[in-house]
């Protein structure tokens, strides 16, 4: 099961990402995420957040289309990203693709690609776009279609990580441990059509910059299994 969620950060083409709802079992809005999906041409399954931000038309769009709405108080425990988030794995999907979630806001970007590494989110295949990058979180091991050239970045969150070994990448590393701090594992490049990472112990955030910007109708096709 996919799930589609779009938060209210910067997407300068909202219109890029419309294959990603066509596909999804489940979309879900945050906010001001339901004024992206309108630019897409799609609506969600379901609009949650303190709505702060969704614009009066998006409101009145949601309501009119009968769109089921959840509501929480704007001081709260949870960032509506996390919210969102939180619903998806909550339903018991497979794999979620997010958007929206980086913008000038660096404490909320941060706090988003953080959230990553939650327990909550421990058993559910999350990762975070825009129109030019992914990042998402290995733990054991992440085969990723690549293409030439694709800058990959490798960053320890929480601590050490050991036993890191890559294959497919210009800098290889093998049984290698990177330490959260030094930048060892910044600016890797696929050097083919795959890449892999795997690592024994702790916890892995992996960028990557696509060649071109992000093409989503090749991004489910080869990168998202099933969809």
């Not at 950060?9 to 999906?37: K, Q």
């Not at 379901?46 to 709405?69: E, M």
């Not at 339903?91 to 941060?110: K, S």
Request: glycine share 10%.
């Amino acid at each position: 099961m996919l799930a589609f969620v779009v938060a209210g950060g910067e997407l300068h083409d909202p219109r890029r990402f419309a294959p990603f709802a066509r596909a999804a079992d489940l979309v879900i809005a945050a906010d001001s995420g339901y004024d992206h999906l309108l630019a897409m041409g799609a609506r969600p399954h379901l609009l949650l957040g303190d709505l702060d931000s969704i614009s009066p038309t998006a409101l009145a769009d949601a309501r009119h289309a009968g769109i089921p709405l959840e509501t929480f108080p704007a001081e709260k425990d949870y960032t509506d990203t996390e919210l969102v988030l939180r619903e998806a794995v909550g339903r018991g999907v497979r794999c979620v693709l997010a958007c929206g979630v980086f913008g000038n806001r660096l404490d909320h970007t941060l706090a988003n690609v953080l959230l990553l590494v939650s327990p909550a989110l421990r058993d559910t295949d999350v990762r975070l776009l825009d129109e030019r990058q992914e990042v998402r979180l290995v733990r054991g091991d992440v085969h990723l279609r690549t293409q030439p050239g694709e800058t990959i970045s490798l960053l320890p969150v929480g601590g050490e990580v050991r036993g890191v070994t890559t294959t497919g990448l210009y800098y290889p590393l093998s049984d290698a441990t990177l330490q959260t701090g030094p930048a060892l594992g910044i600016s890797n490049v696929a050097t083919g059509e795959e890449a892999a990472v795997s690592l024994t112990s702790g916890s892995l955030l992996i960028t990557r910059l696509f060649t071109g910007g992000l093409d989503a109708d090749r991004y489910l096709r080869h990168s998202v299994p099933g969809a």
